[in-house]
């Protein structure tokens, strides 16, 4: 069955640079694109970015200068890497599949980033 | 960006009964809307998309309507299990937005 899982550090300094990894299994990222949504703790969700089924990706223009989204389809896994993090990056990062066309229709459990020194 | 303002922020309301959200957009979204529950500590589970459609497996008590710039969702004879977080989101237009939130009560 379709499953996305997130993984990463839980805490972060402030500047540093936050790298997670989104493991799929039950579809190709060939033929879906995967995205990154994020949710500060209490609050809204955020759509952070995506890649696309043929590799071409798409950035939150608040965050296109600090994000990089990339994947490897022989190992089924997408990444995002964030740089000079900054206590407003502190969320629950979730990744989740568009199936050729939206919206979201699986999602990650979730992962909880702090940036705190 | 289109912003997509979501009412009421929090709603209470008694076992069985018909409770409506709403969610407003900033520009006509042409039905390219989606409805989303979230539980605590969970992630969102897809409701319903393209405004009206039921996602596979979504009780049918849930529904969507609306088109243009104003959607709703409609939850009939509330049960406990529907006590969660509500959220819209457009997908019509980069970057894709969501509402923020509808926090469901029971009364």
């Known amino acids: 069955q379709v499953q996305l899982k997130e993984s990463g550090p839980g805490l972060v300094q402030p500047s540093q640079t936050l790298s997670l990894t989104c493991t799929v299994s039950g579809f190709s990222l060939t033929s879906n694109s995967v995205h990154w949504v994020r949710q500060p703790p209490g609050k809204g969700l955020e759509w952070v970015g995506a890649i696309w089924s043929g590799g071409s990706t798409d950035y939150n223009s608040a965050l296109k200068s600090r994000l990089s989204i990339s994947r490897d389809t022989s190992k089924s896994q997408v990444f995002l890497k964030m740089n000079s993090l900054q206590t407003e990056d502190t969320a629950i990062y979730f990744c989740?599949?568009?199936?050729?066309?939206?919206?979201?229709?699986?999602w990650g459990q979730g992962v909880m980033v702090t940036v705190s020194s | 960006d289109i912003q997509m303002t979501q009412s009421p922020a929090s709603l209470s309301a008694s076992l069985g009964e018909t409770v409506t959200i709403e969610c407003r957009a900033s520009e006509d979204i042409y039905n390219g809307l989606a409805w989303y529950q979230q539980k605590p500590g969970k992630s969102p589970q897809l409701l319903i998309y393209?405004?009206?459609s039921l996602h596979t497996g979504v009780p049918s008590r849930f529904s969507g309507s609306g088109s243009g710039t104003q959607y709703s969702l409609k939850i009939n004879s509330l049960q406990s299990e529907d006590v969660a977080s509500y959220f819209c989101q457009q997908y019509y237009d980069y970057p894709w937005t969501f509402g923020g939130g509808t926090k469901l009560e029971l009364k």
């Open positions: 989740t599949r568009v199936p050729g066309y939206p919206p979201f229709d699986y």
């Open positions: 393209n405004a009206n």
